[in-house]
């Protein structure tokens, strides 16, 4: 029987500080915790995905920091993890161990080989999702990558993912708006109760406002109000808010995701909560790189401009 998640409203993919020598900096971690989680409108926490550099961690790594995270939001949060994974038997063994620990559902990342044309085979991705499904009890959320990168399913293929009786969200980021109406209206025709979590940064307001059960994204780590109120007005169906919020949400956005490289985003975020004190580092770990000082300053100034600091004290 499929275990009972929750994952209405806004879901923070946490950020993960490491130390200058790129050991995990925990304290810092359980700083962003405190604050990211604070909002009344955050119902879960998804780690181990791009925005903890899930990728770039050993296996004891991601256990401890399931483990962490749990100990610190408790047993009634609904926790996530990702399986960034190679092969299928590597996320298979990685479910695992995350169930192990304690996670209440998996998030699978398609694999580096699916852009080869698997997204559009429903026999590759039919036959990774089935094999994680048989191998744990965990229900399990779709990472639906940009279509354009090569990594993202058809419409077609998702409807077929989202009939697997324990895949119960869809993390949406195809990168194309009429392409995420296309994908909730199919996802919602097959499973009703599958909640479909838009991640697409540049277009938040657009997806709520199309339909949506809640929202997933890393720019929680740095902006867990905003996308709280953003929520609550797209549940509210208050268009006048949703384009205020979205004024405030509009530089910010541009300066952490807007600017080529697109790699740098998490590592912007980083560099934002480090300018408000939460983290002691904002180094990442290879192959991403530090944003250079021109960029890093301009995250400065876009988080002062937004008045992010009176969050802190909130």
């Known amino acids: 029987m499929t275990r009972s998640v929750d994952l209405s409203g806004v879901t923070v993919a946490t950020i993960l500080p490491f130390h200058d020598d790129f050991s995990i900096d925990w304290a810092s971690y359980e700083r962003v915790l405190t604050y990211c989680t604070r909002p009344k409108g955050i119902r879960a926490v998804f780690v181990n995905g791009h925005a903890g550099e899930g990728a770039t961690l050993d296996d004891a790594e991601r256990i401890e920091v399931i483990r962490r995270t749990r100990a610190f939001i408790g047993p009634d949060v609904p926790l996530l993890s990702g399986i960034i994974a190679w092969s299928t038997a590597e996320a298979v063994a990685q479910a695992q161990m995350a169930e192990a620990a304690g996670v209440d559902a998996a998030v699978l990342f398609p694999l580096p080989q699916f852009s080869g044309g698997a997204g559009t085979d429903p026999r590759y991705a ?15 959320s779709i990472f639906q990558q940009p279509v354009a990168s090569g990594y993202g399913f058809s419409s077609s293929v998702l409807g077929e993912l ?3 009786p324990r895949v119960i969200a869809v993390k949406e980021g195809s990168g194309d708006i009429g392409l995420y109406e296309d994908n909730l209206r ?3 025709a097959v499973a009703p109760g599958c909640y479909m979590l838009p991640s697409n940064y540049h277009w938040l307001v657009a997806q709520v406002a199309i339909g949506a059960d809640g929202i997933l994204s890393g720019m929680a780590s740095l902006i867990p109000d905003l996308l709280s109120d953003l929520w609550s007005a797209a549940e509210a169906g208050d268009l006048h808010t949703l384009r205020a919020l979205n004024d405030q949400l509009y530089p910010i956005v541009r300066t952490i995701y807007g600017a080529p490289p697109l790699i740098e985003m998490h590592t912007r975020i980083k560099v934002a909560l480090r300018h408000l004190g939460l983290i002691s580092s904002a180094v990442p770990r290879r192959p991403l790189l530090p944003v250079p000082a021109d960029v890093a300053a301009r995250v400065g100034q876009a988080v002062d401009a937004a008045g992010l600091a009176r969050l802190l004290s909130a």
């Not at 039919?126 to 399990?140: F, K």
């Open 126 to 140: 039919l036959d990774y999702v089935d094999s994680v499904l048989a191998a744990t009890s965990l229900p399990l």
């Open 162 to 164: 989202v009939a697997r």
């Open 186 to 188: 199919r996802i919602k």
